[in-house]
């Protein structure tokens, strides 16, 4: 068990890396201790981990930065740039992970924390789920990836109404938008999102490392680039152990074993 197990942030199981990103301490705020271990297991992520799970542990995913830290810091500046920095290293670390990264949303996702929902591939809610940028409520601007982010989920023109009217999004209204995946009951988000992490770390890695690599592209491809990307990574996987696997299963009618 290494050192950041033993602190309770992270763990692994089952193929999924569990990252803590926020706890029931200074009501849910975001816990960097949980964020600097998740960056340091991210960046060592073995092959024993096929999907990534971020949670909080407390009556909210993350209820964003704890601004009481910040109206106490000497030198305010400083300590949000400190912050920050922490955190921009988590998010490049979850953004350069080839494998699925998943949320699970009970109660407020708020300032970074939403930033994270925007950064996970798959994130599940409940009916009571709400997400807030949060930023103008205390005069700041977003960090963690959302001015990133949510335009490439929303759309320009509508992550500038959410982020400059400080909107608060229901759960319908996050699934509508693209923010939440789905809804599942407020009682099984964390068991549902555990439950699909599994799902996912059982499956075929290489193919999701592909898939992640080709929508990354997408966003900047022309698309005749993007049918040469496609085309490559097609015929590369199809001698691959995983493509052949795959392949063999389908026509032997069985279940494919991808381990």
């Known amino acids: 068990m290494t050192s950041t197990e033993q602190a309770g942030y992270v763990s692994t199981a089952d193929g999924v890396l569990q990252i803590t990103i926020a706890t029931a301490a200074n009501g849910t705020s975001m816990d960097f201790g949980g964020i600097v271990a998740g960056t340091a297991a991210l960046r060592s992520l073995g092959s024993d981990v096929g999907a990534v799970l971020l949670t909080g542990t407390g009556a909210n995913f993350c209820a964003g930065g704890n601004v009481r830290g910040f109206a106490a810091a000497t030198d ?12 921009h290293h ?14 699970g949303v009970h109660g407020w996702a708020a300032g970074a924390g939403m930033s994270l929902v925007c950064a ?9 789920t709400k997400l807030r940028p949060a930023y103008p409520g ?37 699934v509508r938008l693209g923010i939440l995946s789905r809804l599942v009951a407020d009682d099984e988000v964390q068991a549902e999102a555990l439950k699909l992490a599994q799902t996912l770390a059982a499956g075929p890695r290489s193919t999701y490392a ?28 199809a001698n691959g152990a995983t493509g052949r696997e795959g392949v063999d299963a389908f026509v032997a009618k069985r279940k494919p074993d991808y381990s």
């Open 76 to 87: 305010r500046a400083a300590h949000i740039y400190s912050l920050a920095t922490d955190l």
């Open 210 to 237: 592909s898939i992640k690599t080709l929508l990354a592209q997408s966003t900047s491809s022309a698309l005749s680039d993007q049918l040469d990307r496609e085309r490559d990574a097609i015929a590369a996987a």
């Open 90 to 103: 988590f998010v490049r670390a979850l953004d350069a992970t080839t494998v699925p990264v998943v949320v």
């Open 120 to 128: 996970a591939d798959i994130a599940l809610g409940g009916p009571s």
């Open 138 to 174: 205390i005069g700041l601007s977003p960090d963690g990836g959302m001015s990133w982010t949510l335009p490439r989920i929303v759309g320009l023109s509508r992550a500038r109404e959410i982020l400059l009217t400080d909107a608060v999004l229901d759960a319908d209204e996050a």
